[in-house]
């Protein structure tokens, strides 16, 4: 009974380990894969940044500092940002909930790690602190608010008519 007990737990271990060498190696090849065109243009550089904003993706941040890197190539001065707060703080269909106790403490921590990130957009660190700080938070706002309160800006593309209308636009710098 207890070799029993012993070889299931070794089993899921190994399933478990197993697993997560694959999403580590799928992370891999999405982000060494092979480079979709992309436009060099302020534009796509716009609607990468709002993608990965939105999705928290790291090949939508590749294909912006791709894209970025081409413009510099060409003369231009690229100008982006992370805006997920921004997002965020739009995503609530009731602003009394906004103003929930929980909701301001998540929102100020995403505040602080992007305003880091967007201080220094080259710093792995700062990266990384943004990723899983902005992970946790998108996952406790869907955990508690998912009845209508909050709709995440993941589940929106701001290429479609139909969000662009419901106020949710591609940034872009103002002048």
């Known amino acids: 009974m207890k070799f029993s007990t012993v070889l299931v737990m070794f089993l899921g271990l190994a ?24 436009d060099e243009t302020q534009a796509e550089l716009d609607y990468q940044c709002d993608m990965f904003s939105r999705t928290l993706d790291t090949r939508h941040w590749t294909n912006m500092m791709n894209v970025a890197k081409a413009m510099k190539k060409a003369g231009k001065k690229p100008y982006y940002y992370v805006h997920t707060w921004e997002l965020y703080d ?11 106790g929980f909701v301001q403490e998540n929102m100020d921590m995403l505040e602080h790690f992007q305003d880091n990130l967007n ?3 080259s710093n792995s660190q700062h990266m990384s602190n943004f990723l899983r700080v902005a992970g946790t938070v ?9 009845d209508g ?19 949710n636009k591609i940034w872009t710098k103002t002048q």
């Open 15 to 38: 399933a478990a380990t197993e697993m997560q060498a694959d999403t580590q190696a799928q992370i891999k090849s999405a982000i060494e894969g092979p480079c979709v065109y992309l």
């Open 90 to 100: 739009k995503g609530f269909s009731f602003p009394r909930v906004r103003r929930y």
């Open 119 to 121: 201080q220094n957009l």
């Open 138 to 146: 998108k996952k406790n706002l869907n955990d508690k608010y998912h």
């Open 149 to 167: 309160e909050f709709d995440d800006p993941a589940a929106h593309d701001p290429k479609n008519e139909d969000d662009e209308s419901a106020g």
